[in-house]
């Protein structure tokens, strides 16, 4: 990050701050201490949904070494709440200043409740989703430290995100499933005998053509922040409508047609195309671990 130590230290170990960026956590709540020198003790809390919570508490303390700059903040936290599957927990964050900024760098693991049915839960489900959590809210974190760009603004962006790409992705896919794959004869099968393209051969042809647009709607939604691909997007388009237009130049007087649904769908992909920037990405951030150095408290 392109941020000071100071400032950085500020943003992630001020409560109030912290659970802004931060979507593993809805509230921190720091408790009172007798004295600077004991470890702090804290509250957190974790909205998942349907309203319910999930709630625990934990401490922290931090070190700063003067020769190196480094500063380290270690944690260890717990849940006494059967609905939460961390039963117990610890980790840290080492703050690296150099002459470009601050390398951020995190490590943390637990220990889960519900036995095997937990492990595996979190195996497949949990630690998979809290491992992207953690890369997408560094990378928010880096955006509002380095861009200006509010955690808040960030997170309704991605919505917007993901609204576009899953609506371009219906698009494709309904039009390669109904007018392609099912109902061929209410216009698709005479557009390709028009064109006068592959004679003979049109019905294996809209045949191939649906799949490949099933295919294509399927990628936004899995490599929707690629920009090759809304590229891809806008110039398949586009030649789709001429194609249309020099197969059967009459489609485009109906109350809806190629260009009402095309337009809009290109829009989006503008849309993802400017948003890109804005977007926190858990692949900008190393998930890879390196050797690991457990902090005492």
Known sequence: MESSLERLWQYTQTPEIHSRWDLR?????????????EPQHFLYETKIGFGLNVSGKGMTSGSHSKE?????????????EKISLIRTGSGYWKYIPHSEGVTFLTWYDYETRQGVIGRLIDRYLFRPMIGWAT??????LRLWLDRDIAPGAARRAYLVFLLANFTIALSWLYHGIVPKLL???????????????????????????????????????FMGRN??????NLAGLLA???AAFFAKAGIYKAPFNPA??????????????????????AGRCLRQPQKKKHVDL
Not at 25 to 37: D, G, K, Q, V
Not at 135 to 140: G, H, K, Q, R, V
């Open 240 to 242: 789709l409508g001429c």
């Open 260 to 281: 009402t649904t095309s337009f809009g769908i290109m829009a989006l992909s503008l849309a993802v195309l400017a948003l890109r920037p804005l977007l926190p990405d």
């Open 68 to 80: 190196s700059g480094e500063s380290t903040s270690a944690l260890k936290f717990w849940s006494d």
């Open 25 to 37: 956590f809805t509230r921190i709540e720091y408790l009172p201490r007798t004295s600077a020198e």
């Open 135 to 140: 890369a997408w809210s560094f990378d928010s």
């Open 183 to 221: 109902y061929m004869e209410t216009g698709e099968l005479a557009m390709m005998k028009a064109s006068g393209l592959l004679p003979g051969m049109e019905t294996a042809a809209v045949y191939a053509v649906g799949i490949g647009e099933i295919i294509f709607g399927l990628l936004f939604l």
């Open 227 to 232: 920009r090759m691909l809304h590229y891809l």
